[in-house]
């Protein structure tokens, strides 16, 4: 589908049916990376709550970056973390479930296609484990340097692998030969890349809380704006795509919001409670 037929929020919403449960990407969708959410937004998913439609954040974050969110954005239920490997609950504060996998043979595979990286796991717990020092970010609250052995003691939810001297393309390519479902590489102030379980996406744990609330995914909305929210976008009912998305993202979605983070979460959700 070519981006100029694909509708825009501000010609109301292409869908005859009402929702029954929204996913949220947090980072430069629900709010601005690392800033905080406008009342707004806040207000919209208020809205939506009181017709009986679940909120659900669906996010790259762990689980102990994405609680404090879900409070502030008054959802309380489950969140879908560390791009799908994790389903934790809010209200419990607790996580539920999680998909791990063997780091082993991904980091003996990518020593060798990107020599002098700096790696990174994440445990189920959303402790950050690395071979060199950095900031997490909003990925995770705690992060702890140990030799390369180490992150491979224990099975992982993610890992990441960061290069000062590699580009988007020689991370492209060794994406290419790595097999795994779930990939996302690009170049911001470091090329990095970032590697989940075969076949785990923010789609697949989202279609387990569809399956736990006996809700089809053909009455799900998805917001998002990144690579990683490709899945959910192409299996949710109506996949929405921020404004601010590139091009081969916003292909892939039936529905273009706002650019701005927040307000074109918004506007969806807007027309979603007046509907």
């Not at 969140?79 to 082993?104: H, M, P, R, W, Y």
């Not at 736990?212 to 009455?219: L, M, V």
């Not at 979460?265 to 509907?275: D, G, K, N, P, W």
Request: hydrophobic content about 45%.
């Amino acid at each position: 589908m070519s981006i100029a037929s694909i509708p825009h929020i501000n010609d109301g919403l292409p869908i005859d049916w009402t929702p029954q449960l929204i996913a949220l990407d947090i980072d430069d969708t629900l709010t601005v990376h690392l800033g905080n959410m406008k009342p707004r937004v806040i207000e919209a998913i208020g809205a939506v709550q009181a017709k009986g439609i679940d909120v659900v954040l669906a996010t790259g974050r762990s689980f102990d970056t994405t609680s404090p969110v879900a409070d502030e954005a008054g959802i309380d239920g489950y969140v879908v973390c560390s791009n799908g490997a994790i389903l934790g609950d809010v209200a419990q504060k607790k996580i539920v479930e999680a998909v791990t996998f063997d780091a082993t043979p991904v980091i003996e595979q990518l020593t060798a296609l990107i020599p002098d990286a700096v790696f990174a796991v994440e445990d189920m717990h959303g402790i950050f484990y690395t071979t060199h020092m950095f900031s997490t970010g909003p990925l995770g609250l705690k992060i702890q340097e140990v030799p390369l052995e180490q992150l491979t003691k224990e099975p992982v939810v993610r890992l990441v692998m960061r290069s000062n001297r590699h580009t988007e393309e020689a991370f492209g390519q060794a994406a290419a030969q790595l097999g795994y479902h779930q990939v996302v590489y690009g170049v911001a102030d470091v090329a990095w890349m970032d590697v989940g379980p075969h076949d785990v996406s923010k789609a697949s744990m989202l279609h387990e809380v569809c399956a736990r609330k006996e809700i089809p995914a053909e009455r799900v909305v998805a917001i998002g704006d990144n690579w990683n929210d490709v899945q959910m976008l192409n299996w949710a009912g109506l996949g929405v795509a921020m404004g601010h998305a590139v091009p081969e993202i916003q292909a892939k979605a039936n529905l273009i919001t706002l650019a701005e983070p927040g307000d074109g979460v918004a506007a969806v959700l807007e027309a979603i409670a007046a509907s």
